[in-house]
């Protein structure tokens, strides 16, 4: 017998696979709209280093000035300077943005979750609740919670936005919970004698937060949205407190005497603003459903 | 036994509506009457001020301000029931009067609105989702951000200084010229600036709805097995996949009608569109407490009937949902 039609050849060899390139790790992330939005929140926090001058001095030989070298942005109809106000207003409207939205996160997680924990009924009664706080029209609410709380105040205004926003994300944390609320540890918790907000705050929120963190930057973009289109209403803050919104309640006497930049120029940063607001929101919310999709 | 259990399916739905509404009165009744603010003054308006303190006394026991509260709220409900709602104090008439001279321009504005969303946003939905990653799939999404993060009210106002300031085109305020308040073409003149704002605010968010509604569908097992049957792309996706993208629309859009009615309202501030926008915002910071009453439960009609409607709708798909939580209160 001949050996030599078999030849022992060993492992083949195969070349290794190409190393997976590595993704950037910028890749999909809303860097533009991040940078943009720091840039404004910045300028608004440090505008006390780059604008010596007082944003609410008027000047009124220089009312209505059109843009030009001694006014960046020109002046209102009050003479005050526009580049001055805008970081200075920044700073108030992003103020009630976080504030608004951080008060209807705080109702919607505390009223979800109890709904979402209580028995049939009362979870019944709240969502039935809810559905009535809908129906009223949200502009009407807010003239009576402003007439409620009185003199309209930084406060108040961001009082008054976030309890007439935290309906929508309640019901998402309250099927959330409904989801996680028979869960192991969670019985765990409770059979060991933990209380509802020691549950909420250690076993709750950790799981959903995820889930409503998109709907929080949401909540900060139209908290400066509506506190915006109020002062422009007049039912918002009044107009020595200079904020974006304060600043448009001026377009009226503007559109008359066809001075643009006072409607143009807060009302670009404002959708500049809502605009990357919106852009990180949408990425928080592929990144947080991106196990569901197979795309 | 079919006919008796949907009986008592549509009564239990009728109750509830009415408890609704009743809980509606009851809060707003209470809640306006709170509220700091003289109603007086909208009544005589400035000459409250010279008035004594028995002409005041005499004045609101006219119109029936002294009593306690559910005595107020007794009689209001007692006239509502048999169709008078009692009248308003700033117009001095009927408040069904004011609002029947006033709702026929919300509801011109407010529902053309409606159509064009509801058709424009299913039509670019499926626009979007036919060139799902195409160049004009990804340029109507940019666009389309970017237009639903303007607000309304600086919309119109950057509307207003284009098209009537600047170019003069178009008139910036109200619904028709004085005079001519039965000349179609003024007024639909007048209606193009403030319906394209409340179109082009809410257009996006709607048919970016109905995009991701399809391309989920676009995804589903049926649509290989009818592409491997022969079937074309546009036959495919009118005939089986549009056929399962619709109810869920048709729910959503019942419940945002009264969203889009909302809308307008600011609308109608800014363009001062004698509607009942303007009307009811009047009538809240000047506590004409009647016709604030009526025209807070005739919205939370139509949104409680919307709901209703987009529930019934989500029934009729899946009627799973009819039996509501049920299941999950035993499963504690």
């Known amino acids: 017998m001949k050996d030599d039609g078999f030849v022992i050849v060993g492992v083949r060899e195969t070349p290794p696979p190409p190393a997976p390139r590595r993704e950037p790790w910028y890749r999909g992330k809303p860097l533009f709209a991040g940078g943009v939005l720091g840039v404004i ?24 000035a059109a843009p030009g070298r001694a006014f960046l942005f020109g002046t209102d109809t009050m003479g005050r300077d526009i580049f001055s106000m805008i970081w200075y207003g920044g700073r108030v409207s992003l103020l009630i943005g976080v504030a608004g939205a951080a008060i209807s996160t705080a109702v919607a ?32 609410l807010v003239v009576f919670l402003q007439a409620i709380l009185g003199e309209a105040s930084v406060l108040s205004i961001s009082l008054v936005i976030g309890l007439t926003s935290w309906t929508s994300m309640a019901k998402v944390v309250r099927t959330e919970v409904r989801q996680l609320r028979s869960s192991e540890y969670v019985v765990a918790a409770r059979s060991m004698g933990g209380g509802f907000f020691h549950i909420l705050w250690r076993h709750l929120i950790p799981n959903f937060l995820s889930s409503i963190m998109f709907m929080v930057v949401m909540n900060v973009r139209s908290a400066i949205a509506a506190e915006s289109t ?34 143009l120029v807060p009302g670009i940063f404002l959708v500049t603003t809502l605009l990357c607001l919106t852009s990180l929101g949408s990425y928080l919310r592929k990144a947080a459903n991106r196990k569901e999709r197979n795309l | 036994m079919t006919i008796s259990r949907g009986a008592v399916y549509w009564g239990k739905k009728l109750l509830l509506f009415l408890l609704s509404v009743l809980l509606l009165s009851v809060a707003v009744f209470c809640v306006s009457r709170w509220a700091p603010g003289d109603p007086l003054v909208s009544y005589y308006g400035d000459r409250v001020e010279k008035m004594s303190p028995e002409e005041r006394a005499w004045a609101e026991d006219q119109l029936g301000l002294n009593d306690p509260l559910p005595v107020q709220y007794v009689r209001w409900l007692t006239g509502a029931l048999q169709g008078d709602f009692g009248i308003s104090y700033k117009y001095k008439m009927d408040v069904v009067e004011v609002i029947g001279s006033r709702i026929g321009n ?48 600086w919309l119109s106002l950057v509307l207003i200084l284009i098209f009537a300031v600047w170019l003069r085109w178009l008139p ?17 003149v007048h209606l193009i600036l403030p319906l394209t704002v409340v179109v082009i605010n809410h257009l996006w968010y709607y048919a970016y709805m109905i995009r991701n509604r399809i391309l989920e569908e676009v995804r ?28 869920s629309y048709l729910s959503i859009m019942a419940i945002s009608l009264p969203h889009v009615l909302g809308g307008t309202y600011i609308v109608e501030t800014v363009f001062s569109y004698p509607g009942i926008g303007t009307l009811s915002y009047e009538s809240a910071r000047y506590q004409d407490y009647n016709l604030l009453m009526l025209l807070c439960l005739l919205t939370g009609v139509v949104v409680i009937l919307c709901n209703m409607a987009a529930q019934a709708i989500n029934e009729r798909i899946d009627p799973r949902m009819r039996s509501g939580e049920t299941g999950e209160v035993t499963r504690r």
């Open chain 2, 220 to 247: 589903a097992d049926y649509v290989l097995l009818a592409r491997a049957k022969g079937l074309g792309k546009g036959s495919v996706l009118f005939r089986h996949c549009l056929r399962n993208a619709i109810p």
């Open chain 1, 230 to 263: 109020l002062s422009f209403m007049g039912i918002g803050l009044p107009l020595e407190v200079v904020t974006w919104g304060s600043m448009l309640s001026l377009s009226e006497k503007a559109l008359l005497s066809g001075a643009w930049w006072i409607i």
């Open chain 2, 106 to 153: 919300t509801l011109i504005l407010g529902g053309i609105g409606f159509l064009l969303i509801f058709t424009l946003a299913l039509l670019l939905g499926i626009l979007c989702a036919w060139r799902e990653d195409g160049l004009l799939d990804r340029i109507l999404c940019k666009v389309g951000t970017v237009t639903s993060c303007i607000p309304e009210f």
């Open chain 1, 109 to 140: 997680v505390v009223l979800g979750a109890v709904s979402g924990c209580a028995p049939a009924w009362l979870d019944a009664l709240l969502m039935r609740l809810t559905e009535l706080f809908l129906s009223v029209p949200n502009l009407l």
């Open chain 2, 172 to 188: 910036s305020s109200g619904a028709y010229s004085i005079g001519k308040s039965g000349d179609l073409s003024d007024r639909a």
């Open chain 1, 41 to 64: 929140v910045l300028g608004c926090l440090l505008c006390g280093l780059f604008i010596p001058g007082d944003p609410s001095y008027m000047d009124l030989a220089n009312a209505s």
